[in-house]
């Protein structure tokens, strides 16, 4: 069974503070997605990540896939409320039954 | 352009009842992946059908089927309900080529009494 473990499943933090998710699997991906999701609605996509050890950078976000291609981190900056929301990564898999193995999320809360 | 549309956006039914939903991709876009959410089981991978043939599928019952037609909108039917798939079905479209990100939908919650 592929597994694409997320850490921590849950952060409160206080606005300003930084925080970082992490993104852990056995599998090689061919790419890595995030997203956030807000309740009721479906997830937003944020950033695909492709090479290994690509960084990208989302104003106060920083998106980085391990060289390996078998995990990633995204790292906000000075947290504000508007990020509260479910992160997910989701990785293309190179070979396999099925192309996407989604996270199991990170539940963030940024209080004011 | 317009995003990713489901439909219909809520729906309740009752065991032993069929749903079908619907979903229209991005144009252009000729993937069409499913995906069930729950708070337990998180986000779970279906079906994904391009140019109306299924290219992938996950580890869900045969009561789960789907279908998608020249224009690349597709249908996600479940027969006979169970309480257990009560969750928000999300549909989420890609080109389709190697280089893929996915959009997803607003999703359709069903309920199931």
């Known amino acids: 069974t592929q597994l694409l473990e997320q850490s921590p499943q849950f952060l409160s933090i206080q606005e300003g503070e930084n925080l970082t998710v992490y993104c852990n699997s056995s599998?090689?991906?061919?790419?890595l997605q995030w997203y956030r999701q807000e309740p009721g609605e479906g997830p937003v996509l944020l950033v695909t990540?492709?090479?290994?050890?690509e960084v990208k950078k989302l104003k106060r976000l920083t998106f980085q896939f391990g060289d390996a291609r078998k995990d990633s981190s995204l790292h906000i900056t000075a947290a504000q409320p508007g990020d509260t929301g479910l992160y997910l990564c989701a990785g293309a898999l190179i070979s396999g039954t099925y192309k996407y193995i989604f996270g199991t999320g990170t539940r963030l809360k940024v209080l004011a | 352009k317009a995003g990713v549309t489901q439909t219909p956006r809520y729906l309740i039914k009752t065991r032993g009842q069929q749903v079908t939903l619907s979903c229209s991709p991005i144009s252009g876009h000729r993937s069409v992946s499913w995906y069930q959410q729950t708070p337990g089981q998180g986000l779970q991978f279906l079906f994904e059908?391009?140019?109306?043939?299924?290219?992938n599928k996950g580890n869900f019952p045969g009561r789960f089927s789907g279908r998608q037609f020249s224009n690349s909108r597709s249908e996600m039917n479940v027969s006979t309900l169970e309480l257990g798939d009560s969750a928000l079905y999300l549909c989420?479209?890609?080109?389709?080529?190697?280089?893929?990100?996915?959009?997803f939908g607003p999703g359709t919650r069903l309920t199931v009494l």
């Open positions: 990540v492709v090479t290994g050890g």
């Open positions: 059908y391009f140019s109306e043939t299924q290219r």
């Open positions: 599998s090689v991906f061919s790419s």
């Open positions: 989420a479209s890609s080109l389709g080529s190697d280089y893929n990100e996915q959009f």
